[in-house]
Structure formats: structure tokens, C-alpha cells
């Protein structure tokens, strides 16, 4: 079965960087678009990025344009977001989540996510 | 592509009915799912193309509408329907959008 699983969250201080993984299994990584979906504390859900099956494609939310950083290794089944110069209100749960298809139109819609990872943006 | 749920709030009791509303500030034809958040856990896909339930997801869960107004219908309320619900459109794919989430909490 499908199964996603987040790593490398924590606490970190303002203005500083870190990296957040996920790794997938059970399905063919390197043939789905992937996101970062992030939830803070009590809110709802916030979509982040996308990357494209290949890596080449990527889009942000408006939020989190030009600080962070999508990427994925297709060799590893790892999928990546490096946030830089973080905030305190990036503070939230990070999930990652697997398109339903590869292409791109009829457009694919989110069919599973991982159990998410906590980053905390404190002094 | 702004998406807004209501209402904010539904209290149910086991057994009742309860029905969720999701609007798009623009059409989205039916490129809309629904997301059910336990509490503690993560979204679980119910509903893609606005009506068609994902696989193991119970009769119970009814979606509808197209263009701008979707509604998600619970038939007879369960425990376990307890928790949050999230409209999402990728009409505009790849920058989809959530609503803001309608908690379904006992009454």
C-alpha cells in the first residue's frame, strides 16, 4: 500500500534553514507529481509546493515563494523541501502528499498523504 | 482561486444527517475533492470529481454540485464521522487551493 513518511522536522530559530524528507513507498515514485501541504497549530490546511514526476516543474505558494525549496530524488524515493530564512509563522505540521496521476490534464487531485512532521519556528 | 466552506461549525447528532457546503469564487467544474481530518491524524481523501467516493469510503458520503457550489452530504451520521472537512479544488492545478474547513462535532 502507499505509504508516506515524513522525517527531519524540529525546532529551529528565526531566520535560520532546514530541510524536511519524505520518503514513499508502494507505489512508483518516480511517476507522480508531488506536494508539501502544511497545517499550524488549530488551522487549516495550507498548500506549499509542487515538483513534477521528472523534477522539472515546480510552483509555490505565495507565502513561501523564494524562501523555500522543492526537490526530489527519484533514485531515493525522497522527496525534499529546504525552507530558508524561516518564520515563526511557518511554524506548523509539514505533510507531504502524491498526486492521483502523472499528467496534467484532466488535472490529478491529492489521493494520500503522509502522517506529517512538526516544525517549530522559535527563539 | 479562493475556496470558503460553511458553515465554520455543524453540530450532529449520531444518526442525523449533516451537509457541508464548499464555494469556489470562480467555476471549477468538477475538479473538487473532499478531505475527512480526524482528529490527530491526517487527511483522508472521500471524494474526487466533486462526486465519485474513493475506494473504501461508505455509501454514507455523498458529493455534489458543480461549477462554484459543492455540497458533501454525511446520510446517517457515525462516531466515527467525527472530525474535520476540507474542500480542495485543482481545477487550477498545479496551484490548488483548500477551504477553510467545516468541524462536524457531536451535538
Known amino acids: 500500500q502507499v505509504q508516506l513518511v515524513e522525517s527531519g522536522g524540529g525546532v529551529v530559530q528565526p531566520g535560520r534553514s532546514l530541510t524536511v524528507s519524505c520518503v514513499g513507498s508502494?507505489?512508483?515514485?518516480?511517476?507522480?507529481?508531488m506536494h508539501w501541504v502544511r497545517q499550524a497549530p488549530g488551522k487549516g490546511l495550507e498548500w506549499v509546493a509542487i515538483i513534477s514526476y521528472d523534477g522539472s516543474n515546480k510552483s509555490y505558494g505565495d507565502s513561501v515563494k523564494g524562501r523555500f525549496t522543492i526537490s526530489r530524488d527519484n533514485s531515493e524515493n525522497t522527496l525534499y523541501l529546504q525552507m530558508n530564512t524561516l518564520r515563526p509563522e511557518d511554524t506548523a505540521l509539514y505533510y507531504c502528499a502524491k498526486d492521483s496521476d502523472s499528467s496534467g490534464w484532466p488535472p490529478p487531485w491529492v489521493d494520500y498523504w503522509g502522517q506529517g512532521i512538526l516544525v517549530t519556528v522559535s527563539s | 482561486i479562493l475556496m470558503t466552506q460553511s458553515p465554520a461549525t455543524l453540530s450532529v447528532s449520531p444518526g442525523e444527517r449533516a451537509t457541508l457546503s464548499c464555494r469556489a469564487s470562480q467555476s471549477v467544474r468538477s475538479y473538487l475533492a473532499w478531505y475527512q481530518q480526524r482528529p490527530g491524524q491526517a487527511p483522508r481523501l472521500l471524494i474526487h470529481g466533486a462526486t465519485t467516493r474513493a475506494t473504501g469510503i461508505p455509501v454514507r458520503f455523498n458529493g455534489g454540485g458543480s461549477g462554484t457550489e459543492f455540497t458533501l452530504t454525511i446520510s446517517s451520521l457515525q462516531s466515527e464521522d467525527f472530525g474535520v472537512y476540507y474542500c480542495l479544488q485543482y481545477y487550477d492545478w498545479p496551484l490548488i487551493t483548500f477551504g477553510g474547513g467545516t468541524k462536524v462535532e457531536i451535538k
Open positions: 508502494g507505489f512508483i515514485f518516480s511517476n507522480y507529481g
